[in-house]
């Protein structure tokens, strides 16, 4: 099944010097949460199994640790599945491994003829990059205003 992996952002954010921790963890963990609700907004729901029943969608999950294929079961016929929330991740801290994963049969063959997962990893890396350089800035405007608390 696939999964999305973030070493790219916990490499670029580990490199950051930021005077609070909990910012970069917190823009890991709004890395997270756009990769995943992206995946959902992006998934097909032409499920081979359910046409139209949202299962595909409904079937992604974001665990940290491991990844989780919990997938949800078929609806009654002609019944759609609530896509799901996204995580709240609160636990969720940099250098954590965090698994954006979907259990559901199909996901495979449905990638193999869109590729929407393919486009999600691009969408995250960008963010990811985004996230960074907000970061980044705040680094700098944090290291300029002791500079000058200093020099006053």
């Known amino acids: 099944m696939p999964t999305i992996g973030l070493a790219k952002f916990i490499r670029e954010s580990e490199a950051i010097k930021v005077e609070g921790p909990e910012l970069v963890a917190e823009g ?4 997270v949460r756009f990769s995943f609700d992206r995946v959902v907004e992006n998934s097909p729901t032409a499920d081979p199994d359910a046409p139209g029943s949202g299962r595909l969608r409904a079937s992604w999950t974001a665990a940290a640790g491991a990844p ?4 949800a079961p078929l609806p009654a016929a002609g019944g ?4 799901p929330r996204t ?30 997962v393919d486009a999600n990893i691009e969408a995250t890396q ?6 960074a ?6 680094e700098i405007s944090g290291a300029r205003a002791i500079q000058r608390a200093k020099a006053a």
């Not at 890991?28 to 890395?31: G, T």
């Not at 759609?80 to 896509?83: K, V």
């Not at 954590?96 to 003829?113: H, K, L, Q, Y």
């Open 28 to 31: 890991f963990r709004e890395l």
């Open 80 to 83: 759609r599945i609530p896509a």
């Open 133 to 138: 350089a907000r970061l980044s800035n705040r």
């Open 126 to 131: 960008a963010k990811a990059e985004e996230i």
């Open 68 to 71: 989780d294929y919990e997938f």
């Open 87 to 116: 995580p709240a991740l609160a636990d969720v801290d940099l250098g954590d491994e965090v698994f954006i994963a979907n259990g559901s049969p199909c996901v495979s063959t449905v990638n193999d003829r869109t590729a929407f």
